[in-house]
Structure formats: C-alpha cells, structure tokens
C-alpha cells in the first residue's frame, strides 16, 4: 500500500523538522519603521495585565518585505511600548502577513497577533511608501524621501510580549490558564537610511490603529535586517485579567465559534 500522507510520522522523520528548522539561514528584509509619541492614556488602555506603560507612551510601526525563497512575504507589525517588570519591549496589537505560512507559527507557537492582509514596500528613486491594508483600508500609511545613510547599529535584542492561549470550546473564557511570552529577537543590520516623511493612520473597525495618534515623531529609517528569536514562557495569566482584551485577536470574537457548514463535518 502507498504510504498515507495523513499517517503518522516515524521518530526520524519528527527529529529531522525539528533539525531542519533549527538551522534556517540567515534571511533579510528590506523594511520601515516609524516610531512616535502617542496618547498615554490610549496606551495604558491596550495592556493587558501583567504589562504596563514603559517609560514613554511610544508606538512602532515595522512594514517589511522578507525575502523568501521562492516568494516574497510582506510582513507588519504596530506595537505599544510596554514593561514587564523590570523588562521592557513592545507589545504588538496586529500583525498583518501576506502568507498563511507566517500566520502558522507565529499564533500557535509564540501568540502573535498575526492576520492575513495586504503589505507592500515601495521605493522609487528616494521616494518610499508603505502600507498595511486589510479589508480595503489602508490603516498604516508612510509615505517619506530617503535623506541619507545612517550609522549601524550593533547587534541588540529586542522584547515583544505576547499572550497566548485557547478560547473555550463552550464560548466561556479559555480552555487553560493564558499564558505571557516573551520572545527575544537578535537583529543584525546591514544598511540603515534616514527617511523624513509622515505616518498616516487611518480608521478601520477591525484594526482601530488610529486611536493611538501620532502626537510627535521621533524617526522614520529604511533598513535590511535580519533576526533569530527566541520564546519562553515566563508566567501564567489570570483568565479573568486578560479575557476583556482577546478582542484585540480577532475582526470579530464571535468568530471563534462560528460552526462549519452542515454536511462538512
């Protein structure tokens, strides 16, 4: 009999995707980051607990093209900076990707707040535009003039807080404890370019982007980057702390229980 794909896997088999994804090579992104001074009281609203303000009510935008072998996948993130004791990160809100692959391991892995949408970056000469859209807006916009070549930074690493967990099979809370992630990315930056332009936030009932205003900014930079992460569990959260935010996950919370259609099951 021909092998059932859907069958079981053997021990080699298992151990050689764990060694495979173990050593993926370096791969880079062309991207622009924004960030800005925004409302803080709009900021402390979108934490969930454990996580606080950190010193500055600051918000960052990442729009990126990653190159991929075989097919470029646009990549974006919008996140508030955030503390968690004594660490402090960012706490990313929504993070459109243009294929179902990066939506995969980012939400069951690590709990990111990955979407399926539209991400492009585009460069003319000096002149650079990027966006994030889903369901016809644009909710992220840049638009600048690349100004000149900037110094290189130094390998750092960078905290994001995620929040992962299971809704209910019933539709009441979680089917565990929520717990938080913090994920540690090493970047390493191989070109950076100074951009003077503006971001443009535009309304959106399923990503509501615009309610953290961009009051002063700080820097808008164009950069080829690439990163390793890393995730850890560092606490479980209390359900009831954390449950009046899961809207935050989804366009609609009602659609965790939306059922299939009759005669799929």
């Keep these: 009999m021909a092998r059932v794909r859907y069958g079981a896997r053997t021990e080699e088999e298992i151990a050689a995707t764990r060694t495979a994804g173990a050593r993926l090579p370096e791969i880079w992104s062309t991207g622009v980051v924004a960030v800005w001074e925004t409302d803080p009281d709009a900021v402390a609203a979108v934490l969930p607990p454990p996580l606080k303000p950190a010193g500055s009510p600051l918000a960052r935008v990442n729009i990126s093209i990653v190159d991929l072998p075989g097919q470029p996948l646009g990549a974006g993130s919008f996140a508030v900076a955030a503390a968690h004791g004594t660490v402090e990160g960012w706490y990313p809100l929504v993070m459109p990707m243009t294929q179902e692959r990066a939506l995969t391991g980012g939400r ?8 399926l ?3 492009t970056v585009e460069r003319d000469g000096s002149l650079l535009s990027a966006s994030m859209r889903r369901h016809g807006v ?67 009932p399923h990503d509501p982007v615009a309610d953290l205003p961009v009051l002063r900014p700080r820097e808008i930079t164009l950069g080829e980057k690439t990163s390793e992460q890393r995730g850890r569990i ?17 366009d ?14």
């Design 108 to 115: 069951e892995v690590f709990g990111e707040p990955k979407k």
């Design 234 to 250: 560092v606490e479980r959260v209390d359900p009831r702390a954390l449950l009046p935010y899961v809207h935050q996950r989804y």
């Design 138 to 204: 644009a909710f992220v916009e840049i638009r600048g003039t690349i100004t000149g070549e900037l110094p290189l930074p130094k390998p750092a690493p960078r905290t994001d807080f995620y929040f992962k967990f299971l809704p209910a099979v019933d539709g009441h809370g979680f089917d565990a404890d929520p717990v938080l992630v913090h994920c540690v990315r090493h970047e390493k930056v191989r070109r950076l370019q100074r951009v003077a332009g503006e971001v443009v936030l535009r309304e959106s």
């Design 252 to 265: 609609d919370p009602r659609q965790v229980l939306d059922a299939p259609p009759e005669g799929s099951r």
């Design 117 to 119: 949408g539209e991400v």
